[in-house]
């Protein structure tokens, strides 16, 4: 990998943690405050033990991924292009998985975990989960996406080596051909 790729590497890592960590909390809280409170919901307890960890626990997923991506592809060298087109799945699957890895986490901050405890989230709640309108959920579904394309198909568009960087998507027309 060139330098100019490793730094591309790191500038995706420092940014998707700002992202997850920093600024996706200030969105919620002040540009889609509407569309997340529900009835009873404090948003900001929601976000504090809801949303953030399971965009921390997606965020530990990309990063594993990522390092499997590279693991596999730094040690495996391509002979024909049929192997490339044979990653190209691979890819996908990883991505794909993420998705509803980042689905199945939402899910089980919101609703699981407060269920299978038998405890409400809500102070003087009845229900055991954040009530969250569909709107909501729509919303966290496609940050989850947002979230992937950030911190999966970004990092390996820029820094995937040698022939593995025409398997991301888009790599041959953002970066060029050989």
């Known amino acids: 990998m060139r330098p100019r790729e490793w730094i591309s590497l790191l500038v995706c890592v420092i940014a998707g943690l700002l ?15 509407g569309w997340l409170v529900g009835p009873g919901l404090d948003l900001q307890d929601y976000l504090q033990t ?19 991506w590279y693991s596999v592809t730094f040690r495996r060298s391509t002979r024909s292009s049929a192997e490339v087109r044979q990653m190209r799945g691979r890819w996908w699957l990883a991505a794909l998985l993420l998705v509803l ?5 939402q899910l089980h901050f919101t609703v699981f975990k407060w269920q ?3 405890t409400s989230p809500l102070e003087g709640g009845g229900v055991n989960y954040y009530p969250l309108p569909l709107m909501g959920w729509i919303l ?22 040698k ?15 050989r």
């Open 163 to 177: 022939s593995h960087r025409f398997v991301v998507p888009g790599a041959a027309s953002l970066k060029g051909g």
């Open 19 to 33: 992202w997850v960590f920093l600024a996706q909390n200030v969105l919620f809280l002040n540009v889609f405050a």
């Open 50 to 68: 809801g949303s953030s960890p399971s965009f921390t626990v997606l965020w530990l997923g990309c990063l594993t991924a990522l390092l499997i």
């Open 116 to 118: 299978v405890t038998g």
């Open 101 to 105: 890895f980042g689905w199945l986490a």
């Open 140 to 161: 966290l579904l496609l940050f989850v996406v947002l979230d992937v394309a950030l911190l999966f198909w970004l990092p390996t568009l820029l820094a995937s080596p």
